[in-house]
């Protein structure tokens, strides 16, 4: 390859993302500098938050530019290094975006170790989703054994962590998912206690009675609907962490919370949060998952798509709800 | 007097609360038993948790059976007492509900000291009012000098003593209250930075306005519209305590709240509380309430109504948003 692909954002989706809100274009691949790195990315992360930042308006997230790369975050390998903390052939951590090469001078760049887990991983549940499934779940909602847990996206990136962790800490994990495959795998291969499926019609019911001692911690990724469902089913004093509103990121009119008076009525404690937030217990999290998938307790699947020029494609596809687990695009 | 009048739950309100709902009975005085002391019931409370108790479903308050006198808190003087603990002439504070004569074992019933501030005083400012408005605020939003603290039915007896002890946090205290002399009574008695009348229609750009830095505490009383609007304006790393929803009791359809997304956004901690789940925290608040009344630091109104026989219509009044402060009634 002599050239560096790169996606730009083209213009500012309303409501739904389509490829056209994207451009591709081919650039010369940068010559690092005094100190800098080049970075060959192998994998690049999707994620939901994306979405946030295509917007032109306040979010979690900094604001995407227009005709920009888009952000991201990236693993590669190091092929040119003018700096000494860096020797070619590193594999590194990154988020150097949307394009097949990535050079700085490595300051946000970090070394990771690749002998007993793919570099990949490092973008999912040893990575930013991982701790964000244990910042919300430990940390916010503090399950006791015996409680029961729910999560929604329950087979995506953070949610598949989310149920497996809460049955290492000795509670009932119930996910929500869309579709009875998605369901089947959290519930066989992750061991969760129970899965519903949402598109099933029956949200409601189906999350009664697989919740007979109602809940006592929700980690939310998608909102709406879904989480009016979970308000009704409340225990006092349970616990909500709000990760993802993913239902409502491209709808254009926002959906029309009817339960919230549950919150008064079972004092429940419900706090949004981001992981870039709490820097202080990456540390610690870090720690329990790398231990946690090198002892096999957690699982993990990742859905790759091939090719930087499918990345868009893929990103609508995260927002359909059509990932496996992490979805990560294979740059080479 | 040689009966003792009640008001009975008579039927359960569908929406709001009526006259209907409620029968009005004399019954003879009860005779204090061994251990037992009599009680004549100076003043009443009535405070917007009763129409919780009012329905048939779960809520934060246990139910309200048919056909029993209502429960309420009270403040009045032993007249007979077979109780080594408790004297004739003894002012005390209990629930007796709403009846103009209580017996009891005075377990439940604790002396109170009308030495320099009036026994009703016990019923609002010094009691359960003031002891909610310590504890979310201090205790849940824990507001920062500096600060901007928003207050939801900012005149009513638990939103007036808010933003006072907001104000000697150090903050800056807004309120929101329905009417420009309730505005009026908030800015120049009370010392909040500004009131904002949501009656006037124009909430948001109101709020907007009385906020130029935006929202760190929200003390919520009323919800539907008006926490929508308090959501607008939040800052990140806002707190909001959930205190009570009285804008949705007596409606037969919730309220949509559509700005739910900024729990998100701007990572807000939300939560619901009652004053009762936080018993540990009723000794330090009492000092402190009673300490600032004492020096004149924290101020109070009532709004009372003459008779028993009046109890309905004043409990209507209150979720008319009738009341100026704490609403009582003197039943003697």
């Known amino acids: 390859m002599t050239t560096n692909m790169q996606v730009l954002l083209a213009s500012r989706p309303v409501g739904w993302v389509t490829e056209a809100n994207f451009k591709i274009i081919n650039t ?4 690092p500098g005094a100190g800098q790195i080049l970075v060959r990315n192998h994998y690049l992360s999707l994620d939901p938050y994306m979405r946030g930042r295509m ?7 900094a604001k995407q530019e227009l005709d920009q790369v888009m952000g991201g975050r990236t693993v590669g390998e190091v092929i040119e290094s003018n700096n000494p903390k860096f020797k070619v052939g590193d ?4 988020a150097y ?15 990771i170790d690749v002998s007993s887990v793919p570099m990949s991983a490092y973008l999912g549940v040893i990575g930013m989703p991982g701790v964000t499934a244990w910042i919300g779940l430990l940390d916010i909602c503090q399950p006791q054994p015996g409680e029961t847990v729910v999560v929604s996206a329950a087979a995506g990136a953070v949610g598949s962590a989310v149920g497996q962790i ?19 795998y959290v519930v066989q291969e992750l061991g969760f206690d129970a899965c519903i499926d949402y598109k099933a019609g029956r949200l409601n019911e189906d999350l009664k009675a697989a919740t007979p ?3 006592d911690c929700n980690f939310e990724n998608v909102g709406g609907e879904i989480l009016d469902a979970v308000l009704r089913r409340t225990n006092p004093f349970s616990r909500i962490a709000v990760c993802g509103l993913i239902s409502q990121y491209n709808a254009t009119e926002p959906y029309a919370m009817k339960n ?5 009525t079972n004092r429940i404690k419900l706090q949004g949060f981001i992981v870039g937030d709490r820097m202080n217990l990456w540390s610690p999290a870090l720690k329990d998952l790398g231990d946690w998938v090198a002892s096999g307790k957690l699982k993990y699947r990742e859905t790759v798509a091939q090719g930087l020029e499918n990345a868009p494609k893929a990103l609508i596809g995260v927002f359909k709800g059509e990932n496996f687990g992490k979805q990560l695009v294979k740059l080479i």
Chains 1, 2 share one sequence.
């Open 213 to 215: 001692k109602g809940i």
């Open 97 to 111: 975006g949307w394009q097949q090469y990535g050079c700085s001078d490595g300051a946000e760049v970090r070394k």
């Open 166 to 184: 809460a049955k290492l800490k000795g509670c009932r994990a119930v996910g929500i998912a869309g579709g009875r495959q998605k369901c089947d």
């Open 260 to 264: 919230f008076r549950m919150v008064l």
């Open 91 to 94: 594999i590194v951590a990154g």
């Open 28 to 31: 010369a691949i940068a010559k």
């Open 55 to 61: 917007d032109d308006v306040k979010s979690y997230a």
